[in-house]
């Protein structure tokens, strides 16, 4: 640390001591963890993507990053990274211009780029989790794109980690990371990847336990949609008061539900959505490998 640094964080320290001042200090990305495995050692890998627009179907990927980490799966804390891949891509049309102020890529970034996708391969060998922030949005852009990316797990730290159980008033990183007192270049893969990497090291107040085992752990629980099919145009707003939301294709009103909630939901859904009176419902299965996916995942019937 030079001197100039010194007396830098000397007045940092100074001013972060009165109560009514907060620092933020640039975040240094790791590519070491001073942690020492407990279990045994497993890889993970965080994705971020840069996009033309926000239509999975119609927009395009111009930007993918990728950090794949090794972890303890006794405690979920990253030992050490282990491969980064950054790459720009061309799209087939020119990128909006308020597209580009969002991440700043231009057209004149991107021409005669493309993404490496058996480097992309190799990135994924032997990973058991891959991550995003929005997995909903990144995974239906990659499996489009790279459908490689429809084999493998997916969490997604932005729904599966409680953030507002631990006190955060906004689950999106750069709020996140505010809060534990970093900021960074935002809206670019490879920084993003890397910020979201940081920000799964922290230990949550409520168990104890890091942000990344406790999106392991709700990664590993048997999810599903239940589909209240043929429920009363009448109990449509008890269903809304109860989560639950319509899809318009399927013309049906639906719930995302766990193993832990499931019989609740069902019992519930009897009550409010049918007047309490028998009815045929689909449950449709949906694991780490089809949730955030445009893909269904499998589905039966059931009389509640």
Known sequence: MTSETQDIESLAKQVESHPDYRVLRRLKPRTEFSVQAKGTIARGVVVDTETTGTD?????????????????????????????????????????PEVTQIHGITD??????????????????????????????????LERRLPIFANVAWGCSFKEIPWSLEGYGSAKLDYILNVMGYFHEAH???????????????????????????LTKSANVAGYRIWARNSPF??????????????????????????????????LLKIEGYNSKPAKVELEKLDATIRYSKRGGERVIKMI
């Open 56 to 96: 999975p179907s119609a927009d395009e990927i111009i930007e993918i990053g990728m950090v794949v980490f090794e972890y303890d799966t006794a405690t979920g804390y990253a030992l050490r990274v282990v491969d980064i891949y950054d790459a720009l891509e061309q799209p087939s049309h020119p990128i909006p």
């Open 108 to 141: 004149a970034m991107v021409v005669g780029k493309r993404i490496d996708d058996q480097r992309v391969a190799s990135m994924l060998e032997n990973v058991t989790l891959v991550v995003a922030h929005n997995a909903a949005f990144d995974r239906q852009f």
């Open 188 to 214: 670019r893969a490879e920084a993003d990847c890397l910020a979201l990497l940081e920000v799964l090291q922290m230990p949550l107040q409520s168990t104890g336990m890091s942000a990344f085992a406790a």
């Open 234 to 267: 009448d109990n449509k707003d008890r269903l809304k008061a109860r989560g639950y939301r319509w899809a318009a294709p399927e013309k049906c009103w639906y719930l995302e539900s766990t193993d832990a909630t499931l019989a609740t939901d069902l019992s």
